[in-house]
């Protein structure tokens, strides 16, 4: 079964490696989002994309679910002696990837071929595609001013109140043909329980990305999200804040809403059993499964569970 995931942070990457651990090599293409990319130290960095590259290598940091296990900071020491700013902490093997990249880059190459290059050197046997090659950056409203994403979540610690959420460059940015097609030849379209506004959001904010999964959805392919909320909260980043700052119910259904019309499925953690009846009323079926991922085990029961939901569908509409 070809599986196609949209995902962006910790949970996404969680997920994207429970389906890697259940599915054959190759069948696991994952769309990464690109909103959270920055420039650092005239490097170009892609936070989502290395933290799905890191967890579906097996180098992740498991503490923190982000950055490279057991990394050092050699490098970030000796730039803040020469004065730079180091609020965005960048480990030494974390650094080498950001150089590798940009030399690609620099080469000619697309963000996607970059990407494929360094999984294929990492050993990583699905594929990581960017959203896009295009520049898109999330950009953030609140109450201390505008602020790139980075600024907000990294060097304000996500404390300002976020009022408004922008995708700057999103007019002119367009989907790779590689995405498109990993959407178009899906058994299974599936959102991960990611930040819908900020790592789920940029992704569909591009045009053809949103009708290309409500073509695939009217052709048959069950389309599936998995909540990022569970009892009100979410279990790692600001989703739950931000939902509620920008007028969103902060809940399984405030998720649900979201992403009303294309999808068929949502899933939502045990925790939220009682919320069936609301989510089934936005037009999805709403089913109840254990989602709280904290081991490679619980990650591919997830995926196990997500296949064996849809797998009725996928077989009759072969």
């Known amino acids: 079964m070809k599986v196609t995931l949209l995902a962006g942070g910790v949970g996404g990457a969680k997920l994207a490696h429970g389906f890697q651990q259940v599915l054959d090599p190759g069948e696991l293409s994952v769309i990464v989002n690109v909103g959270d990319d920055t420039e650092l130290y005239g490097l170009a960095v892609s936070p989502d994309i290395d933290t799905v590259l890191y967890t579906l290598a097996g180098a992740a940091n498991a503490e923190t679910g982000w950055g490279v296990a057991g990394d050092t900071w050699t490098a970030l020491a000796m730039l803040a002696r020469y004065h730079e700013e180091t609020w965005f902490r960048v480990g030494d093997a974390d650094l080498a990837t950001h150089v590798r990249r940009s030399h690609i880059l620099r080469d000619g190459a697309s963000l996607t071929d970059a ?93 053809d990305i949103r009708e290309a999964i409500i073509v695939a959805g009217e052709a048959g392919t069950p389309r599936v999200a998995v909540s990022p909320i569970i009892a009100g909260r979410a279990l790692k980043g600001p989703a739950d804040r931000m939902l509620a700052s920008l007028g969103h119910e902060s809940s399984a259904l405030g998720v649900a809403r979201i992403y009303a019309g294309i999808l068929d499925w949502f899933v939502i953690d045990e925790a939220d059993a009682a919320l069936v009846h609301d989510v089934e009323a936005l037009g999805m079926r709403a089913v109840v499964r254990q989602t709280v991922m904290h081991d490679d085990q619980e990650r591919a029961h997830l995926a196990t569970a997500i296949l064996d939901l849809v797998g009725g569908a996928v077989s009759s509409s072969r």
């Open 115 to 207: 990407t494929a290059q360094m999984a294929t050197a990492l050993g990583v046997p699905s594929r990581i595609l960017p959203a896009s090659n295009d520049r898109l950056r999330t950009i953030l409203a609140t109450d201390e001013g505008e602020l790139a994403f980075q600024d907000y979540f990294v060097r304000r610690g996500q404390e300002p109140e976020v009022r408004a959420v922008g995708f700057d460059g999103v007019e002119a940015a367009r989907p790779t043909q590689q995405v498109l097609a990993a959407i178009h030849e899906a058994d299974l379209l599936v959102i991960a329980p990611s930040n819908p506004i900020v790592s789920i959001g940029p992704t569909l904010a591009m045009r």
